[in-house]
C-alpha cells in the first residue's frame, strides 16, 4: 500500500518502510529492511468456478473450466458469503472467484456465470 526509503545514515544503509495489508483479512502489516536486501514477493492468482452446491456446513462444491471439481473450500462468514448463499438459494448460474497466495485460498468474489 504504502512505501518511504529514508537517507543512508552514520551507521549504514538506507531503509525502507514497507506497509501492506493482507489479502484474506486485510489486517495491516508493516517492515522495515536495509534498502540493499532482497525481499521475497508473494505469487498470487486468481480464478474463477461454477458453483454446484454448498453442504450444509457450508463447504462449496466447485468446478473450474476443465470440468474438475473441488470441496475443499468453505463459503466466506462474510456480507459476501450471505450474498453467494442466497443467490444460490435462488437457483441463480454463479461464478466464484478464488484468490491463492502462499498456502491461503479463499473466495472473494462472484459474478454471474454467462450462458
Known amino acids: 500500500v504504502e512505501m518511504s526509503t529514508s537517507k543512508t545514515g552514520k551507521h549504514g544503509h538506507a531503509k ?11 489486517k495491516k ?3 522495515i529492511c536495509p534498502s540493499t536486501h532482497n525481499m521475497d514477493v508473494p505469487h498470487v492468482s486468481r480464478n474463477d468456478f461454477q458453483l454446484i452446491d454448498i453442504d450444509d ?5 466447485l468446478m473450474n473450466e476443465a470440468g474438475d471439481t473441488r470441496e475443499d473450500l468453505k463459503a466466506p462468514e462474510s456480507e459476501l458469503g450471505k450474498d453467494i448463499r442466497e443467490r444460490f438459494g435462488k437457483g441463480e448460474d454463479i461464478l ?3 484468490m491463492k497466495a502462499m498456502a491461503d485460498e479463499a473466495a472473494v468474489g462472484l ?3 454467462k450462458a
Open 29 to 31: 502489516y508493516e517492515d
Open 111 to 113: 459474478k454471474n456465470a
Open 96 to 98: 466464484i472467484t478464488i
Open 57 to 61: 456446513e457450508g463447504f462449496m462444491s
Open 16 to 26: 525502507v518502510h514497507m506497509v501492506g495489508i493482507d489479502l484474506f483479512t486485510q
